[in-house]
């Protein structure tokens, strides 16, 4: 009895320290909070997205002394990713992960490793501190660079002098010179600020989108139960909630390719749309990136104006060298920017844009964030990206649950805290979206 005893107690310690004893509430929590399909789901059915939660789940559920998370914000919605903070934040492991979610970085990172012109750059802090060091780093650069700039003028000059100008010293200087040219190309590849230069359609009237009394069901599930909203001009929409809400069926419904149950959608006479959907594809692999976006015209019409297409191409960070490449040889953010740039050519001045964050780096995310900002008309636009839309969104439609949609004027942030103050300490508890029945 005492040998059994004592395996029993070993035994009793070890699931003690793995919170074994409350695994099954555990499992129960992160599935909810991942948004996971039914714990009796086929594993072989789900869509890639659920197929990605579902093995997220399980990877933070084993607890191992060193998780390595690749784009671990991809496919959650908000409620899921402030979740993943708060575990994260109370790990007790080493945790190393890629991301190009800002706020994530912000709430969750205590270094920065920056990778920048083959070098390993790294900096402690999260995502607001490394923006200021990395500001007061390209400023000491700068006054190298100008340094360096004088220097290399000074020795031009006297490289450009006969052979009996430069006397016995000629070789060692000679190399000293090339030395600095290849520093100065190194540190200052003239490379310039990533611009997405969106083409303005023609002049919006006062009424752009006017929804009221919406409502719209799926299957035996009410997505939408009266919702009413008017797009203000200039307005840019930022729309939020969990997977499978009915984000893309209200485009849908704005886009006049699906009819809601009841209520009405009425488009303003000067309203011309622009839909960009997630669908990539129907992008030919063995297109090249300027046939792909123009058809192989020189020259297109865009917004009623006409536009030299390399120009166009141009406008979306494609340089003189990228239109000759393969589609199917690009990484996901520059298939997306292809995708833009191709149903953006309409010239729309009512842009609907579903996930068109997906895939983009931090440099590409901020050009996409000023181009939206310079934009003339009006954008609805479909994302999970919280920096995102706290930068360009004017209001928020959110879809929260029970088949209620908010209408909101303000940005996320702004959003958050009314939303926290309404239901209290429930806004940060993870839950599965729930709707009413159709009767």
């Known amino acids: 009895y ?3 005893g004592k395996e029993q107690a070993q035994l009793e310690d070890k699931i003690a320290a793995t919170d074994a004893w409350s695994l099954e509430r555990n499992v129960d929590i992160a599935m909810d909070a991942l948004r996971c399909p039914p714990d009796n789901a086929d594993v072989t059915v789900l869509s890639g997205g659920e197929r990605r939660r579902v093995a997220l789940c399980r990877l933070l559920l084993a607890r191992p002394d060193l998780l390595l998370l690749d784009e671990p914000t991809n496919h959650l919605d908000a409620e899921s990713v402030d979740w993943l903070e708060r575990f994260l934040g109370d790990y007790t492991g080493t945790v190393v992960a890629i991301t190009h979610d800002r706020y994530f970085l912000d709430n969750v990172a205590k270094w920065i490793l920056e990778l920048d012109r083959g070098r390993g750059l790294p900096f402690e802090g999260n995502y607001s501190s490394w923006l200021e060091q990395k500001q007061e780093r390209l400023e000491r650069e ?11 003028a000074r020795e031009l000059e006297w490289v450009r002098m006969g052979p009996k100008a430069r006397q016995a010293k000629g070789k060692a200087r000679l190399a000293a010179y090339d030395k600095l040219y290849a520093e100065n190309k190194a540190a200052d590849p003239g490379a310039t600020a990533l611009e997405i230069a969106i083409p303005a359609g023609r002049r919006l009237g006062d009424t752009v989108i006017e929804v009221e009394h919406l409502v719209k069901g799926f299957g035996d ?7 009413s909203f008017s797009l203000p001009p200039a307005g840019i929409v930022g729309i ?5 809400a009915g984000k893309t069926t209200l485009f849908k419904m704005l886009a006049g390719r699906e009819e809601p149950d009841s209520g009405s959608i009425k488009i303003g006479e000067t309203v011309d749309l622009s839909y960009v959907d997630q669908d990539r594809d129907d992008l030919d692999p063995d297109a090249t990136v300027f ?15 006409e536009i030299h297409g390399r120009a166009y191409v141009s406008s ?6 990228d239109h000759g490449k393969r589609v199917g040889d690009l990484s996901g953010g520059e298939r997306n920017r292809v995708h833009l740039a191709k149903l953006l050519k309409s010239g729309g001045n009512v842009l609907l844009l579903d996930e068109p964050t997906n895939d983009l780096d931090v440099d590409t995310l901020r050009a996409l964030e000023t181009g939206l900002e310079s934009f003339p008309g009006c954008a609805v636009v479909i994302s999970h990206d919280r920096w995102f839309l706290d930068r360009i969104a004017t209001h928020v439609l959110a879809f929260e649950g029970d088949s209620q949609v908010r209408w909101f004027e303000g ?5 958050e805290d009314y939303r926290k103050k309404e239901i209290g300490a429930a806004a940060e508890q993870p839950h599965r979206i729930k709707y009413k029945k159709l009767s």
């Open 2 to 4: 005492d040998k059994i």
């Open 142 to 152: 700068e006054r190298g660079n100008e340094a360096r700039k004088r220097t290399l």
């Open 221 to 227: 599930r009410l997505l939408i139960e009266d919702l």
């Open 240 to 244: 939020i909630g969990p997977n499978g």
């Open 291 to 305: 046939d792909e976006i123009t058809g192989g015209a020189e020259v297109l019409e865009v917004g009623g104006r």
């Open 316 to 321: 979306f960070n494609f340089k003189g060298t």
């Open 411 to 415: 940005n996320f942030t702004e959003y």
